[in-house]
């Protein structure tokens, strides 16, 4: 389409900048990126970047559709007993993927990261530095037992909303809770199964 | 490439027969698939598909470069003490993951049930009835605890060798063995957490 001369309204600013993310991340990886960098790439001034998203962490959620922001939840999800920091922790991750647009992104994501060596570099930088880096600051825990911790929610995801497996595409978020808050718990509490 | 007229040799049927199966596979399912269908389809005798490959199983297995062939590993895993069950599940698995040329084919499948409703379907349907049903028939378990034990090993395999996440893609597999065993020996085992 050819430009027009007038100046673009809100809406295709934060769009352009959305697509310039896209770009670089795809590009650069999430650690390579700067909101300079975006805000060059689109044509605009980094203040309004700043001003759209606040953080590279939040054009990141916004421009890949990240099923949910780690800057809200990790530290929501963290806070209260630990004894019951598993069911916390799967209680959210079996709403966040109930829901089909959420889940839309978790998709694409998964798809492209299975296809392409840059893509899955994204994806592990991001949820190394806004997810992984995040829980550890909070919690201390090891690395490792987080990791199998997040690979459990995110097989539960493949096998219940990707692949559709009965009974667990059915299953209701209650029943899963309770079967899989004692693993989180395992991994992410006192390590004694 | 034209094809000359003389009788193709038995690499060439084996592949012929292949090509014919994933294109089955991928239209109708792996329930809709059969033998004859296949032979049908490749222009061959169904004998010539038994001779082969035996089981509809096994076509499927090297059609699609399933990573692991479950009609024979199955019983080789459940056999045994009950207690061990999970450290031998994940050892299994942790081995062929840890195989490029496994990896490549899990892959390609996850890639492409990721990306549209019949390959999952497919994939769907072979889990259930070759691996699932498998499992189910030799312990007796409940479906949901089985494929929350399959969500866990399938979730390491995409942290593991997709994302790459550290430190889990370089530990080894006595790490996440000790780690995990327990986890599958949960679900599969007594319960008792």
Sequence with gaps: MARTGRRPGPTETRGEILA???????????DGTTIRGIAREAGVDPALVHHFFGTKERVFVAAMEFPFDPEDIVPEIIEGPR????????????????????????????????????????????????????????????RLR??????QLMGIALMRYILKVEPLASADDDEVAALVAPVIQHYLGTGEV
């Design 20 to 30: 310039a993310a896209r770009r670089l991340f795809g590009d650069l990886g999430y």
């Design 146 to 151: 987080m990791e199998l911790a997040a690979a």
């Design 83 to 142: 004894a019951e920091l598993g069911e916390r922790f799967v209680r959210f991750f079996v709403r966040v993927w109930g829901d089909p647009q959420s889940r839309s992104g978790f998709l694409a994501l998964v798809r492209s990261a299975s296809s392409n060596e840059r893509a899955a570099a994204m994806l592990r930088q991001f949820v190394t530095s806004a997810l992984l880096a995040r829980v550890a600051e909070h919690t201390g825990l090891p």
